[in-house]
């Protein structure tokens, strides 16, 4: 696999930001020089050595905003695709084992929660029921986990049908077992590739909440920044600036290696880009 | 090609018409579990957070919340399916009434950034897979990239910055100037002026997925024998790519058109936002703003519901433009 990630400076740039974004995330209390919640009497100061991104309106420092911010949405990103992934293996693989009843049952449940668009549910949700960190998680994940159970649904559906599978049932396998040791095995690269490639949505998708203003204003998040940033707009470029590129950055990065996974581990998919 | 007779489209109209509409009760249902669900006396969520005592009361008397569930459900569906949404406090209006007069807004905005994207996206796409893995290909593999990673509301903030506060093309905020009667062409300029910024925001992203589906499309296509037949007739390459690829790689196109209509419709909320743009968006976020929960859940409904009324329509429309399907008349 590594031959494939190395021959492409695209996908090393991409990996060497993710690199940076994670280590950001994991030291941000080392690498932001001020705390990113204090205000002080020096607002809309322009990007300077002491300010590399200027400050807010209340006179927060923008860097290091933007470097907590990373670790928001990483964290909200990466925990609601795992979670997402999960949710979406139990249901999909139950579905498409058991067949029948409970397949139809199940699937129409998934189909219920595709119905309306994702931005709209979670919007709803949020504005209804709160919008904590941990509630948002489980909102994300309440929208997301569609794609991984249809996605997991059709492969096991197609690989239980296999004469691999097929030989261990004669041999008298127990359903687990076929499922947990011949068929999910085999179904890990489709969902490995998906919930990555979900991480990147669902950092898009949080930073919109939270730009229109549905979080809560304790959580520092690019999404609140750019909220914020947007009244200011006139006063100070660098406040919406400087979160968006990191926005843009990182959700880039994602796709790319997202991208590239994606034509590693599912050759037989064709790369849409 | 296959040859159905026209009762097999009429029957295929006819199962998908009742799935909408169980599709658009179910939405019904799913807004009734919310408001029941979500903290506190669903009564807040039925009559909005500013009411008095008595309002309330009478909110209650309304929907029956001293009823069993079940009950209560059948009140608020029969109401809803009436169209019947409820009472906005913060407008004093009803909010069908509130809603349907953000409509037109949003339309002009999605419909204006649909015809650009369309454009646009088909153009670029037929271009790249023309020249594939040239230096021109890889440039729009890199902006398809960068428009499915870009949010919208960074676009719109952006554009916001360059075009209207640094270079002042174009107004920053609003549908039309305020505090200026215009009529007539001028009115109509200072529309479109108005218009210029968000639905080129909303197109950027839009363009990006047209565009990237149209070039894998069109490699598919031109792969295929009956291109090299038409290349053996002797037809002219830009007829080929055109005329016979093209017709064939739109199927897919339409259908991105009509199922990224909810992805359309939350680019627009946000690019509203940025823009100050008065449609349903902006309507939106004063909803949550003033917690006026009746328009939210109002918006919440008539936005899904249109979503699967767009599907079905795309749906339909599908197996028509399709060439390998033909219905006898």
Same mark, same amino acid.
């Given at each position: 696999?590594?031959?494939?990630?190395?021959?492409?400076?695209?996908?090393? +740039?991409?990996?060497?930001?993710?690199?940076?974004?994670?280590?950001?995330?994991?030291?941000?209390?080392? #690498?932001?020089?001020?705390?990113?919640?204090?205000?002080?009497?020096?607002?809309?100061?322009?990007?300077?050595?002491?300010?590399?991104?200027?400050?807010?309106?209340?006179?927060?420092?923008?860097?290091?905003?933007?470097?907590?911010?990373?670790?928001?949405?990483?964290? #909200? +990103?990466?925990?609601?695709?795992?979670?997402?992934?999960?949710?979406?293996?139990?249901?999909?693989?139950?579905?498409?084992?058991?067949?029948?009843?409970?397949?139809?049952?199940?699937?129409?449940?998934?189909?219920?929660?595709?119905?309306?668009?994702?931005?709209?549910?979670?919007?709803?949700?949020?504005?209804?029921?709160?919008?904590?960190?941990?509630?948002?998680?489980? #909102?994300?994940?309440?929208?997301?986990?569609?794609?991984?159970?249809?996605?997991?649904?059709?492969?096991?559906?197609?690989?239980?049908?296999?004469?691999?599978?097929?030989?261990?049932?004669?041999?008298?396998?127990?359903?687990?077992?076929?499922?947990?040791?011949?068929?999910?095995?085999?179904?890990?690269?489709?969902?490995?590739?998906?919930?990555?490639?979900?991480?990147?949505?669902?950092?898009?998708?949080?930073?919109?909440?939270?730009?229109?203003?549905?979080?809560?204003?304790?959580? #520092?998040?690019?999404?609140?920044?750019?909220?914020?940033?947007?009244?200011?707009?006139?006063?100070?470029?660098?406040?919406?600036?400087?979160?968006?590129?990191?926005?843009?950055?990182?959700?880039?990065?994602?796709?790319?290696?997202?991208?590239?996974?994606?034509?590693?581990?599912?050759?037989?998919?064709?790369?849409?880009? | 090609?296959?040859?159905?007779?026209?009762?097999?489209?009429?029957?295929?109209?006819?199962?998908?018409?009742?799935?909408?509409?169980?599709?658009?009760?179910?939405?019904?249902?799913?807004?009734?579990?919310?408001?029941?669900?979500?903290?506190?006396?669903?009564?807040?969520?039925?009559?909005?957070?500013?009411?008095?005592?008595?309002?309330?009361?009478?909110?209650?008397?309304?929907?029956?919340?001293?009823?069993?569930?079940?009950?209560?459900?059948?009140?608020?569906?029969?109401?809803?399916?009436?169209?019947?949404?409820?009472?906005?406090?913060?407008?004093?209006?009803?909010?069908?009434?509130?809603?349907?007069?953000?409509?037109?807004?949003?339309?002009?905005?999605?419909?204006?950034?649909?015809?650009?994207?369309?454009?646009?996206?088909?153009?670029?796409?037929?271009?790249?897979?023309?020249?594939?893995?040239?230096?021109?290909?890889?440039?729009?593999?890199?902006?398809?990239?960068?428009?499915?990673?870009?949010?919208?509301?960074?676009?719109?903030?952006?554009?916001?910055?360059?075009?209207?506060?640094?270079?002042?093309?174009?107004?920053?905020?609003?549908?039309?100037?305020?505090?200026?009667?215009?009529?007539?062409?001028?009115?109509?300029?200072?529309?479109?002026?108005?218009?210029?910024?968000?639905?080129?925001?909303?197109?950027?992203?839009?363009?990006?997925?047209?565009?990237?589906?149209?070039?894998? *499309?069109?490699?598919?296509?031109?792969? *295929?024998?009956?291109?090299?037949?038409?290349?053996? !007739?002797?037809?002219?390459?830009?007829?080929?790519?055109?005329?016979?690829?093209?017709?064939?790689?739109?199927?897919?196109?339409?259908?991105?058109?009509?199922?990224?209509?909810?992805?359309?419709?939350?680019?627009?909320?946000?690019?509203?936002?940025?823009?100050?743009?008065?449609?349903?968006?902006?309507?939106?976020?004063?909803?949550?703003?003033?917690?006026?929960?009746?328009?939210?859940?109002?918006?919440?409904?008539?936005?899904?519901?249109?979503?699967?009324?767009?599907?079905?329509?795309?749906?339909?429309?599908?197996?028509?433009?399709?060439?390998?399907? *033909?219905? !006898?008349?």
């Amino acid at each position: 696999m590594w031959h494939i990630l190395k021959q492409n400076n695209i996908t090393m +740039g991409a990996i060497i930001v993710l690199i940076i974004f994670f280590g950001a995330a994991v030291f941000a209390d080392q #690498i932001a020089p001020f705390d990113p919640l204090k205000s002080s009497s020096e607002t809309f100061e322009p990007p300077s050595w002491k300010f590399l991104f200027g400050t807010d309106d209340l006179g927060r420092d923008v860097f290091s905003g933007v470097i907590y911010g990373v670790r928001t949405s990483l964290f #909200i +990103g990466v925990s609601v695709a795992f979670l997402s992934g999960f949710l979406g293996v139990i249901v999909g693989s139950a579905a498409g084992y058991a067949g029948g009843f409970w397949d139809d049952l199940l699937m129409r449940l998934t189909e219920l929660f595709l119905i309306p668009p994702r931005f709209f549910l979670a919007l709803v949700i949020a504005a209804l029921f709160g919008a904590s960190l941990f509630n948002l998680i489980l #909102i994300l994940t309440v929208t997301y986990w569609t794609t991984t159970a249809r996605l997991v649904r059709a492969e096991v559906l197609s690989l239980k049908e296999r004469p691999f599978v097929e030989a261990s049932r004669a041999m008298g396998a127990s359903h687990a077992r076929i499922l947990f040791h011949e068929i999910l095995p085999n179904a890990l690269p489709l969902v490995i590739t998906n919930v990555t490639l979900m991480v990147g949505g669902v950092i898009l998708l949080e930073a919109a909440l939270d730009f229109i203003g549905i979080g809560d204003a304790n959580r #520092i998040s690019w999404g609140a920044m750019l909220h914020n940033g947007q009244h200011f707009i006139r006063d100070g470029w660098w406040m919406v600036v400087f979160p968006s590129l990191a926005l843009a950055l990182l959700v880039l990065a994602l796709n790319v290696v997202g991208d590239v996974l994606n034509t590693a581990l599912n050759p037989k998919a064709r790369s849409a880009s | 090609m296959k040859i159905f007779p026209p009762h097999f489209y009429n029957r295929l109209l006819f199962r998908r018409f009742i799935q909408s509409i169980i599709l658009i009760l179910l939405l019904i249902v799913i807004n009734f579990f919310l408001i029941h669900l979500a903290p506190g006396d669903p009564v807040y969520y039925l009559a909005g957070q500013s009411g008095d005592e008595q309002y309330y009361q009478l909110i209650r008397a309304k929907f029956g919340l001293d009823q069993p569930l079940l009950t209560q459900l059948w009140v608020y569906l029969s109401r809803v399916v009436r169209g019947d949404l409820g009472y906005s406090l913060s407008h004093q209006q009803s909010v069908a009434a509130v809603i349907l007069a953000r409509v037109p807004a949003t339309f002009l905005l999605i419909f204006s950034a649909i015809c650009l994207a369309s454009i646009f996206g088909v153009l670029l796409g037929v271009e790249a897979a023309r020249r594939e893995n040239s230096f021109y290909d890889r440039a729009i593999n890199i902006f398809a990239l960068l428009g499915h990673s870009l949010p919208s509301f960074s676009i719109g903030l952006i554009m916001l910055l360059v075009f209207a506060l640094y270079l002042g093309l174009f107004p920053a905020q609003g549908m039309v100037s305020a505090n200026q009667n215009l009529t007539g062409i001028d009115y109509l300029l200072d529309l479109l002026v108005h218009l210029a910024l968000p639905v080129l925001t909303l197109a950027i992203v839009q363009i990006a997925q047209i565009m990237r589906l149209t070039r894998t *499309e069109m490699l598919n296509v031109l792969d *295929e024998n009956f291109i090299n037949t038409a290349r053996a !007739k002797g037809v002219s390459e830009r007829q080929v790519l055109y005329a016979h690829a093209l017709h064939n790689a739109l199927l897919p196109v339409v259908t991105i058109i009509g199922s990224d209509f909810g992805m359309l419709l939350s680019g627009a909320v946000l690019v509203e936002t940025v823009f100050a743009y008065p449609g349903l968006g902006r309507l939106m976020l004063e909803a949550i703003n003033a917690r006026d929960y009746p328009v939210l859940l109002g918006l919440f409904l008539i936005i899904s519901s249109g979503v699967a009324v767009l599907n079905f329509i795309t749906d339909m429309i599908y197996p028509l433009i399709d060439p390998r399907i *033909e219905f !006898k008349r």
